[in-house]
């Protein structure tokens, strides 16, 4: 039996047909369920490990024969897995809130979004508060929240969910219940 360390991941190791003999074996009988087989891998993987490698959770095996009856064997240690990376995300159906100051910034950004986003909108309404306007928006693009981003260009966030609309409603004057970014547009676009 020869070992050698392809690289700190990978080793080969190569059997004679007399070495496979002695464990009851043939190059045509290696099998995996084969108890002989498991009992030959196993001792291989020790020695292996006697020598330095430092599998990880997983080992890919490939085994390929030799002119003389033998094989050659590779241990090939995979990477563990990656870890995820979870991202949050919105629910589709969670309402966004923006403040505009100026009713001629709200007339742009809602004409705006109605020209490249009016598919990615679920609903929208429109309040009258104290110091101006708020376009609640429903957005249906959660991953890539293109909406959003637009209507960023015209005006801050000031609140999201539904508790945040619930206030809203409560606090401030209802103007447009449902459609305003359509109403806007189509009035003003």
Request: proline residues 4%; hydrophobic residues 40%.
């Amino acid at each position: 039996m020869k070992i050698r360390q392809l690289n700190p991941q990978r080793y080969q190791v190569l059997l004679t047909g007399e070495e496979l003999r002695e464990n009851s074996l043939t190059f045509e009988g290696i099998d995996c369920a084969g108890r002989e087989t498991q009992d030959l891998l196993l001792s291989l993987m020790k020695q292996l490990v006697a020598n330095g490698f430092q599998p990880t959770e997983k080992v890919f095996i490939e085994v390929y024969p030799t002119e003389d009856g033998g094989c050659v064997i590779f241990f090939s240690a995979l990477d563990a897995p990656a870890q995820k990376r979870w991202k949050v995300l919105r629910h589709v159906s969670s309402p966004v809130i923006y403040a505009f100051d100026d009713v001629d910034v709200l007339i742009v950004g809602a004409v705006q979004l109605f020209q490249h986003c009016s598919h990615r909108i679920l609903k929208s309404a429109l309040y009258r508060v104290k110091n101006g306007w708020r376009l609640l928006i429903y957005p249906l693009d959660t991953l890539e929240n293109v909406s959003l981003s637009l209507l960023d260009e015209y005006a801050p966030r000031c609140g999201e969910g539904i508790l945040a609309e619930a206030y809203l409603s409560e606090h401030a004057q209802l103007l447009l219940k449902e459609n305003a970014v359509d109403f806007l547009s189509a009035c003003f676009g």
